[in-house]
C-alpha cells in the first residue's frame, strides 16, 4: 500500500513549528481609538500604554483652548466685517490644535495647514500674524525659521514633503528636533502624503505626521474618501508606526502625541497619529454645510465637545473652579478684544511689493509684469 504524503503528514503529529515574527508588531493602531476621558469628562481606568500626562500641563492645555476658541469665533466675525478674505474655522477640533503645539518643544518644527490658526496662535505666534495670509496679504505673517513654523499651507499635503526633508536635515546636522505636520483625512489621499510618510519611513526623519479627521474634505465625507478600516492604517505600509485616538479627548490626545513625539525625538523614525474629530462649522465662511450634511450629525457631535469634557475632568481632579473658569473666559475676551481693535485699521500695503522678495535677480518675466501694474497703477491714478 502507498502512503500519500497528506496521508503520511495526518498520521505523525504535527510538529509545531516556532511561529515567525508578525512584521507588523508595533506598526498596527488598535482596533479602537485611544480614549483616557469618558465623553462626559470622567476619568477611565488609567493604561500602561499611555500614561496621563501631568495635570499641570492639562490645565494649560484648557486655558490655551478656551482662549483658542474664543480666537477662532473672532475671526470668523472678522470674515463677515469684511477684514478677512477668507477663514477655515478650527471649532471642535481644539484638542487636536492645541494638543499638537503642546506635545513639542518651542525648537521643534510645526508645519500647518490653512486650518491651523488656533494652533498656530496657542503656539504664542502674534494672532495678527497669523492672520495676514487669510487677509489677503503675499506672505505669512510671521518669520517661519524664527517660530520653527512653516507658512500654513494651501495646497494639500505638500507640507509632508517638505517636513521630511526639513527634519531629515535636521537629524543628519545632530540635532532632535522633531516636526509635527498638521494634515486633513481628505489631504491623505493625496501622492505628496504617500511620498513624505515614504520618504520619512525610510530615511527615518522624526516626523510625527497628525491626521486631523474632522470627516469631510470640503464635502466630501470620510465614506468617499478612503476604504482604509482607519487613516491610521495609512502608515503600516510604508513601516510607520500608527496610533488612532478620540480627538474630542484632549487627554488623550495628548498622550498619544506625546508618545509619538518621544518616538522620533529618539531616532526611530516617523509615527503617524489619526484623531477622530468634527468640524463643527462650515468649510470656510464660504461654505454651506448643510447642503451636504444633517443638522442632527452636527448636534450629536456637540455634546462630543472637547473644551467641555477637559473641564468636567480638571473640576474633579480640584485644578479648576468656578473663579479659575470665569478668569480664563476673561483673559479669552480681552485676547479677541485685542484682536478686533488691531484687526480694524486697514494696513497700507503697497501693490509692487507683490514682486519683492520672489527671487534675489528678478526674471525679464517679472520686471515686465511689475512695469505693467506700475502703468496700469499710474493710469488709475490719473483717471482718479
Ligand atoms: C492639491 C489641492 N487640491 C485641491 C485643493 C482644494 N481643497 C482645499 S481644502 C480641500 C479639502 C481638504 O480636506 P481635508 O484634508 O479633510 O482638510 P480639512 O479642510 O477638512 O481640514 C480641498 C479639496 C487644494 N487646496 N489643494
Ligand atoms: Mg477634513
Known amino acids: 500500500m502507498t502512503t500519500t504524503p497528506q496521508a503520511a503528514r495526518r498520521a505523525s503529529p504535527r510538529k509545531r513549528r516556532p511561529s515567525a515574527p508578525d512584521p507588523s508588531a508595533g506598526l498596527l493602531p488598535q482596533t479602537e481609538p485611544v480614549r483616557l476621558l469618558n465623553p462626559d469628562g470622567t476619568l477611565l481606568p488609567a493604561r500602561a500604554d499611555y500614561p496621563e500626562p501631568p495635570v499641570e500641563a492639562l490645565r494649560e492645555m484648557y486655558r490655551r483652548m478656551v482662549v483658542g476658541r474664543r480666537f477662532d469665533a473672532q475671526a470668523t466675525a472678522l470674515t463677515k466685517q469684511g477684514r478677512l478674505a477668507v477663514y477655515p474655522s478650527s471649532r471642535g477640533q481644539e484638542a487636536c490644535q492645541v494638543g499638537g503645539v503642546l506635545a513639542l518643544r518651542d525648537d521643534d518644527?510645526?508645519?500647518?495647514?490653512?486650518?491651523?490658526?488656533?494652533?498656530?496662535?496657542?503656539?504664542?505666534?502674534?494672532?495678527?500674524e497669523v492672520l495676514t495670509l487669510l487677509r489677503g496679504d503675499w506672505?505669512?505673517?510671521?518669520?517661519?525659521?524664527?517660530?520653527?513654523?512653516?507658512?500654513?499651507?494651501?495646497?494639500?499635503?505638500t507640507q509632508c514633503v517638505h517636513a521630511a526633508g526639513l527634519a531629515y536635515g535636521e537629524s543628519y546636522q545632530g540635532r532632535d528636533t522633531v516636526a509635527l505636520v498638521y494634515i486633513g483625512d481628505g489631504a491623505t489621499s493625496e501622492g505628496d502624503f504617500h511620498e513624505g510618510v515614504n520618504f520619512a519611513a525610510v530615511f527615518k526623519a522624526p516626523v510625527v505626521y497628525f491626521v486631523q479627521n474632522n470627516r469631510y474634505a470640503i464635502s466630501v465625507p470620510l465614506s468617499r474618501q478612503t476604504a482604509a478600516p482607519s487613516l491610521a492604517y495609512k502608515g503600516v505600509g510604508y513601516g510607520v508606526p500608527s496610533e488612532q485616538v478620540d480627538g474630542n479627548d484632549p487627554v488623550a490626545v495628548l498622550a498619544v502625541l506625546n508618545r509619538a513625539v518621544a518616538h522620533a525625538r529618539a531616532g526611530k523614525g516617523p509615527y503617524l497619529v489619526e484623531a477622530h474629530?468634527?468640524?463643527?462649522?462650515?468649510?470656510?465662511?464660504?461654505?454651506?454645510?448643510?447642503?451636504?450634511?444633517?443638522?442632527?450629525e452636527v448636534e450629536a457631535w456637540r455634546d462630543r465637545d472637547p473644551l467641555t469634557r477637559l473641564e468636567t475632568y480638571l473640576r474633579g481632579r480640584n485644578m479648576l473652579d468656578d473663579a479659575a473658569v470665569a478668569e480664563i473666559a476673561e483673559q479669552a475676551e480681552t485676547y479677541a478684544a485685542q484682536l478686533r481693535e488691531r484687526m480694524n485699521s486697514q494696513p497700507t500695503v503697497d501693490p509692487l511689493s507683490l514682486f519683492d522678495h520672489v527671487y534675489a535677480q528678478p526674471t525679464p518675466q517679472l520686471v515686465e509684469q511689475r512695469e505693467q501694474v506700475r502703468a496700469e497703477l499710474a493710469a488709475s491714478e490719473e483717471d482718479a
Open 139 to 157: 506672505h505669512c505673517g510671521y518669520d517661519p525659521a524664527q517660530r520653527r513654523t512653516a507658512p500654513q499651507c494651501t495646497p494639500l499635503a
Open 277 to 296: 474629530t468634527y468640524r463643527m462649522e462650515p468649510h470656510t465662511n464660504a461654505d454651506d454645510a448643510s447642503r451636504y450634511r444633517d443638522a442632527e
Open 109 to 128: 518644527w510645526v508645519f500647518p495647514t490653512y486650518r491651523e490658526s488656533m494652533a498656530l496662535t496657542a503656539r504664542g505666534i502674534d494672532p495678527v
